[in-house]
């Protein structure tokens, strides 16, 4: 084979390929896109934002981050509607003294408040965390929705097992408004509230159920300490999924308040249930 016959076999293999990456505009549609489990990339320079007055400026570089969002939680509720996520990074700026530094991000509405911290490796020096407010529909800060023109959602446990084993990333989301959230959690929790990942990696149980977790700490603001979240998840061959959601003390591991919500395969683009989607099928 000559380059030229080459080029023509790979040449329509990119075009359908062709991904674009559209600035998302309004808080709106970041919510409604998110609740559809899209693949959400964000940049923030925080030096273009508005410093917070309630946070003193450490030595701290300010953050210029980005990536694609993985672990994310919030409210849908249309008055009170916040989301956010975080990025953990070990940092090897002194090898005597390993630390984290860890930048969590809260939108509401046009603005997506930054915050940032060298907490120490087991998370417990806790000093003064710095924070910015960018105004992110007007350029202080991007985010986008990578567009995947073949994705496809999985509506049955089948679809999901068999795109997970045969090497598949699957992303998901769960909208609670079409779950079950039992005993001690309110249904304010239940209805009115998303989260959403990548299975990245799973294992399956004797039983043939589906297991998978996500984890990320995050600065909670106001009161100014970190919790990790892991969010644990299990697909089972009734068509259901069973989420715990559990916060800890980021030192001790020690679990405080854990969630449970029970909620089936979303079957359409409807935000109800939790919907899997394969990107790039
Ligand atoms: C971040 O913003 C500052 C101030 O506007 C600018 O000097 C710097 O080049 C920006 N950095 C990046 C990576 O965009
Ligand atoms: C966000 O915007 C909505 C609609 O414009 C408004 O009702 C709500 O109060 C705002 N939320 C906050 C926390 O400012
Ligand atoms: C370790 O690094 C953190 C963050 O830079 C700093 O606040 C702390 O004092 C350092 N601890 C030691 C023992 O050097
Ligand atoms: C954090 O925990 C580590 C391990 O228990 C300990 O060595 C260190 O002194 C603690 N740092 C602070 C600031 O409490
Ligand atoms: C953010 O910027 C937009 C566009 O310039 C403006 O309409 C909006 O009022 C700003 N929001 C805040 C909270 O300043
Ligand atoms: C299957 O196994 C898992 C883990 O061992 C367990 O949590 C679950 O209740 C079992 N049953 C079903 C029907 O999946
Ligand atoms: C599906 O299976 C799980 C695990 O056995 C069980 O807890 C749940 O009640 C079942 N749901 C339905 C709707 O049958």
Redesign the pocket.
């Known amino acids: 084979m000559n380059a030229f016959s080459f080029l023509w076999l790979v040449l329509p293999f990119f075009s359908v390929q062709c991904q674009k990456m559209v600035k998302v505009q309004s808080y709106r549609h970041l919510v409604s896109y998110m609740g559809r489990g899209a693949d959400v990339r964000y940049f923030f320079n925080a030096s273009t934002c508005v410093t917070s007055a309630k946070t003193s400026q450490s030595s701290d570089e300010i953050p210029v981050i980005g990536g694609e969002l993985k672990l994310f939680i919030g409210s849908k509720d249309p008055d009170d509607g916040h989301l956010f996520f975080s990025q953990v990074r070990y940092v090897d700026n002194n090898p005597n003294n390993l630390t984290a530094e860890i930048q969590t991000i809260y939108v509401i ?3 997506a408040m930054v915050f940032w911290e060298t907490t120490g490796f087991f998370v417990n020096n806790t000093g003064n965390p710095d924070g910015v ?1 960018c ?6 800060g991007s985010i986008w929705v990578k567009q995947h023109p073949q994705r496809k959602q999985m509506t049955s446990f089948n679809e999901i097992r068999s795109a997970l084993i045969s090497g598949e990333k699957i992303r998901w989301v769960a909208n609670l408004i079409g779950c079950n959230c039992p005993s001690d959690s309110g249904p304010d929790e239940c209805t009115n509230s998303f989260v959403g990942d990548t299975i990245t990696d799973f294992k399956i149980s004797d039983n043939g159920s589906i297991r998978f977790t996500s984890s990320s700490t995050s600065l909670v603001p106001l009161s100014w300490v970190y919790a990790r979240m892991i969010v644990f998840g299990h697909i089972y061959q009734n068509n259901t999924v069973n989420f715990m959601i559990s916060l800890l003390d980021p030192t001790t591991w020690d679990d405080g308040d854990d969630e449970i919500f029970l909620c089936p395969i979303a079957l359409s683009s409807a935000p109800k249930g939790v919907g899997f989607f394969l990107m790039d099928p």
């Open positions: 509405n046009d603005t407010y105004n992110w529909t007007r350029g202080e």
